[in-house]
């Protein structure tokens, strides 16, 4: 078939351009500015595919992104599966195919790439159409950095599909001279083909950006196919629209059955018309227009059926005058027809005049009302009001960075619409700390506000015919029906949330835009109740779908993974330290010596912590700033010990475990004030713990005042290490008194480095050797100077820089614990010793309950403790098991346990190793023996500290 349905003038497609396209092995012709849905539609294609349960002919539905049914999965040029045909450009060479409302994963890789890209402004405005046109130019006059972002390939918004005029000119041209002063004003960055689909807590967006054309590819050939926007905005600004909805009939899921404002939509941007002859079925005004403007266009309009009982007198009088019929108190009660409708069945209302009728037609366009678009708003934690006029959901009170405007708020005239966007985006502007000057001179509108109110009419009265399946169609991507919704409330559903799962309503790719308020409507109306007591369904994230391609960006090395470094880093770099990796932080693992070796310099570094004096780079390690009158009484729920008695000042070590009483992270807690402590964790854990602390706020306790933040790459940390900290200490701290008697072990105090002109530090008296210890804390951007600083006034004593190998080996003697090595998510704090860290005075704490568990408290349980080799000349290779037997096993063996940590000790003169053991403090001076290779090492059972067990060095 020819494209007889593309008028010969008219929409805003390249008409010199032809692109050719294949859909379900049929080969076509589009247009530049073509989607693939209005392609098909002007090759006379309206059956896309079948639905996913019944099997069932569907259609193109919609115009945009809330179309539900119109999926199609794309072959070539690249594999891309469950895309709506409404929201794909048109390219040269696309081959395509209609789903069963299922895709396929692709058979080969994807070509393109995809990536991410951050941006900072004042004013976020979401829809480039009428509403957020003038906010954005608002904003931008008054100085504020705008970003504007939109779906569609071209501003406009629903200007697009209309033929309204401003200023006695043509909408396009109005639109496309603001667009042109957004786009030349400085701070102002334009984003089509951009669809927000999350926001986040203190002003973050997500957005997707689709950066094809309709040569297919983005340009240049090497840029991303998608990008990812993460937008940062002080205040946003929410134009989203508002979607049209559908109204429920029997075997309402006919292709050619389309929305009326989508006709239009298709007539005015694309130049196509819905089919040859056509019915308009609908509840309010907005589908005149579209039944007017067909008419205009050469279209066979048959009828307007209206369900309200008298229809608008001019928009009337309009229709008759083109020969349209219009019927009102008249509903459409269904169709006929097989792969298209062919007719469409009448009947009267009660209490109206008529008789049943059926009419002939190929398309029947319907309008319901019109839905604003709230889900970016509630995403943003506003709070939503039923408007019953309306029959939908509309922003209520908005939140303090959050402005609606448009038809988004439920105003559906353009002119109220231009003033809503004129005062949204002075207020934000205002409300960014910019005064808005510039004021915008709004465009008279020609178009007409509704005559009259339209009827809220969720579905056409009447039962499917018994023994028949419904075919009253709520969501027709889930073929779910009235009868569906009906059986969910029988069953005694009552939230909407329930019923939503129950009858899988609202969760395809559509996310419920055109059949979530309806099916809240038959809901209120199955149990008797107002909508204005129903709580919506939950909005969540995304909008709109996106593709796990896009969300993962591409792999290109750091800019995928970044790599983080401390501020010390470049002189690590320059000393030649190799490095590990811990979390993403690129760590020294030890400083070789020409002709060094990995354990020679570690034996080397050792000495110099035991004997001398030594330091590390200790700022990767997690922090975390925690404030709140609540804090103390928070700790003490996360920690096993009481961390609330803590004073000021002080510094004292915990234990945080998870629910089953298993430890997950140990750190310090240092008291700053009252109401204010700095949390210490471990370098790979410091994400997760903050994730922990968020969600036991966030979701059981959120009635604490307390509040969390990372603080981890403010600060640089150097543990200043071994007899002879203390003389450097005292050097480069002149104000500082750091006597035993002055300055105890486990507290802080504040001091000012002799460095330039003085460098503020927060010094902690903390020690993970066992030695005479500092942790000198001052802002990362002083972190290099003062680390040069302590290697000049520790070079007469032979101060050291050392790695993360040689802190291992030195906690290691000392028998402190490192999570996630001696620990692996089957560890108590009492199998590694550490009862005395297990408070016995507070009532609670999270996993407390845990260690009263009959498995928590067996005796031979996994226990820390040290291993000699007999031979000491022997190193126990890390994971070996621990078996008591003098000769190699025959499998299956009973496992004692398994080395966690083993070194050559420079202290100790020897090797040595911890490990757990089954009831291993209760086998201390046994021989137990170890498997490595053909060989069984026989080991000797210590005490878990091997070092100073008396803890004398700690003082100096």
């Known amino acids: 078939m020819s494209a007889t349905f593309r008028l010969p003038t008219g929409g805003l497609v390249d008409r010199d351009t032809a692109l050719r396209f294949t859909f379900n092995g049929r080969s076509m012709t589009g247009h530049p500015g073509d989607t693939l849905a209005s392609a098909l539609l002007a090759n006379g294609v309206?059956?896309?595919?079948?639905?996913?349960?019944?099997?069932?002919?569907?259609?193109?539905?919609?115009a945009g992104s809330e179309d539900p049914t119109s999926l199609v999965q794309i072959e070539q040029p690249f594999p891309e599966p469950m895309l709506t045909a409404t929201s794909v450009e048109l390219y040269d060479g696309l081959v395509a195919h209609g789903l069963p409302g299922l895709g396929g994963l692709a058979s080969e890789p994807d070509p393109a790439r995809y990536d991410a890209k951050h941006v900072h402004c004042d004013v976020l405005v979401v829809g480039a159409g009428p509403a957020g046109l003038v906010a954005?130019?608002?904003?931008?006059?008054?100085?504020?950095?705008?970003?504007?972002?939109?779906?569609?390939?071209?501003?406009?918004?629903?200007?697009?599909?209309?033929?309204e005029y401003l200023d006695e000119r043509p909408a396009a041209e109005w639109v496309a001279d603001v667009t042109a002063e957004l786009r030349r004003t400085p701070g102002v960055l334009v984003l089509e083909r951009t669809t927000a689909f999350g926001v986040y807590q203190d002003g973050f967006v997500l957005a997707l950006q689709r950066r094809t054309d309709h040569l297919g590819f983005a340009a240049p050939a090497d840029a991303a196919r998608q990008r990812v926007w993460r937008i940062r905005a002080g205040q946003t600004v929410l134009a989203t629209g508002a979607h049209e909805r559908p109204i429920v009939f029997a075997d309402n899921d006919r292709p050619g059955i389309m929305l009326a404002g989508s006709a239009r939509t298709y007539l005015h941007r694309y130049g196509v018309l819905p089919g040859a002859r056509v019915v308009v079925f609908t509840t309010n005004d907005s589908a005149y227009r579209a039944a007017i403007d067909l008419a205009r266009a050469g279209l066979d309009v048959a009828m307007v059926v209206d369900a309200r009982p008298?229809?608008?007198?001019?928009?009337a009088a309009r229709c008759y005058a083109r020969g349209i019929e219009v019927r009102a108190g008249h509903v459409v009660t269904g169709t006929e027809g097989a792969a298209r409708i062919t007719d469409a069945r009448i009947a009267p209302l009660p209490g109206a005049d008529g008789s049943p009728d059926t009419v002939g037609c190929d398309s029947l366009l319907v309008s319901g009302g019109w839905n604003p678009v709230v889900h970016l708003y509630s995403q943003a934690r506003g709070a939503l009001r039923y408007a019953p006029a309306l029959g939908a959901f509309v922003p209520g009170e908005e939140p303090p960075t959050v402005r609606v405007a448009g038809s988004a708020t439920g105003a559906l005239d353009l002119t109220a619409c231009l003033v809503q966007g004129r005062d949204a985006g002075r207020a934000a502007a205002l409300a960014a700390g910019f005064t808005a000057a510039g004021e915008v001179e709004l465009p008279v509108s020609g178009a007409r506000t509704d005559e009259g109110p339209g009827l809220v009419l969720w579905r056409v009265p009447g039962e499917p015919p018994q023994d028949a399946p419904d075919t009253r169609f709520v969501d027709l991507q889930r073929d779910a029906t009235v009868s569906d919704v009906l059986r969910a409330t029988g069953a005694g559903l009552r939230s909407l949330e329930h019923v939503k799962r129950y009858t899988t309503i609202g969760t395809a790719h559509d996310q419920g835009k055109t059949s979530g308020m309806i099916a809240a409507g038959l809901v209120a109306e199955a149990l008797g109740v107002e909508l204005s007591e129903q709580r919506p369904t939950t909005y969540r994230p995304p909008y709109t779908p996106v593709s796990f391609a896009a969300l993962a960006?591409?792999?290109?090395?750091?800019?995928?993974?970044?790599?983080?470094?401390?501020?010390?880093?470049?002189?690590?770099?320059?000393?030649?330290?190799?490095?590990?990796d811990v979390g993403q932080w690129k760590r020294p693992w030890y400083f070789p010596r020409p002709g060094e070796d990995m354990d020679t310099a570690v034996l080397r570094e050792c000495r110099s912590a035991r004997e001398?004096?030594?330091?590390?780079?200790?700022?990767?390690?997690?922090?975390?700033?925690?404030q709140g009158s609540d804090a103390g009484r928070f700790l003490d729920m996360l920690y096993t010990n009481k961390m609330s008695g803590l004073r000021v000042g002080r510094i004292r070590y915990g234990v945080m475990c998870g629910v089953d009483g298993m430890v997950i992270d140990d750190g310090t807690v240092i008291r700053l004030a009252e109401d204010r402590f700095l949390v210490t964790t471990t370098t790979g854990n410091a994400a997760m713990v903050l994730d922990w602390m968020e969600e036991w706020l966030q979701t059981e306790w959120p009635y604490l005042d307390v509040y969390a933040a990372s603080v981890t790459e403010q600060w640089a940390t150097i543990p200043l290490v071994g007899p002879r900290s203390r003389d450097v200490l005292a050097e480069i701290a002149p104000d500082l008194d750091v006597s035993n008697e002055a300055f105890e072990f486990m507290t802080w105090r504040d001091t000012v480095l002799d460095v330039g002109a003085g460098i503020p530090?927060?010094?902690?008296?903390?020690?993970?050797?066992?030695?005479?210890?500092?942790?000198?804390?001052?802002?990362?951007?002083?972190g290099l100077a003062v680390w040069e600083?302590?290697?000049?006034?520790?070079?007469?004593?032979g101060i050291t820089p050392y790695g993360t190998e040689t802190m291992h080996v030195l906690r290691a003697e000392k028998g402190y614990p490192i999570v996630g090595q001696e620990t692996d998510a089957t560890v108590t704090p009492q199998d590694l010793g550490m009862s005395w860290a297990v408070s016995r005075k507070k009532a609670d704490f999270i996993g407390r309950r845990s260690f009263a568990r009959a498995e928590n408290n067996r005796s031979d349980r996994k226990e820390l403790v040290g291993l000699l080799p007999v031979d000491p000349d022997v190193r126990l290779p890390e994971g070996a098991q621990v078996v008591d037997a003098d000769q190699l096993p025959q499998p299956p063996v009973r496992m004692l346990g398994h080395v966690t940590s083993s070194y050559r000790s420079a202290a100790l003169g020897r090797t040595f190793a911890l490990a757990l053991v089954r009831s291993g403090r209760e086998r201390v001076g046994q021989t137990l023996h170890v498997p490595v290779g053909d060989d069984l090492v026989p080991v000797t059972v210590t005490e878990s500290v091997l070092y100073d067990q008396e803890g004398a060095r700690r003082d100096g």
């Not at 504007?148 to 033929?163: F, N, Y």
């Not at 770099?573 to 190799?578: M, N, S």
Request: proline fraction near 4%.
């Open 136 to 163: 954005a130019l608002t904003a931008a006059r008054g100085g504020a950095r705008v970003v504007v972002v939109d779906e569609q390939s071209r501003t406009g918004g629903a200007l697009l599909g209309t033929r």
């Open 46 to 62: 309206h059956e896309i595919g079948t639905s996913i349960r019944y099997g069932r002919p569907r259609g193109i539905v919609a």
């Open 553 to 580: 960006g591409r792999d290109r090395g750091e800019l995928h993974d970044p790599a983080r470094v401390t501020a010390i880093h470049p002189w690590h770099v320059a000393r030649g330290a190799l490095f590990e």
């Open 789 to 797: 600083a302590l290697m000049a006034t520790g070079e007469p004593y």
């Open 612 to 626: 001398g004096v030594a330091l590390m780079d200790a700022s990767t390690l997690g922090k975390i700033d925690v």
């Open 310 to 315: 008298t229809a608008p007198s001019s928009l």
């Open 761 to 782: 530090a927060r010094v902690c008296r903390i020690s993970f050797s066992g030695e005479l210890a500092y942790e000198i804390n001052v802002t990362a951007w002083h």
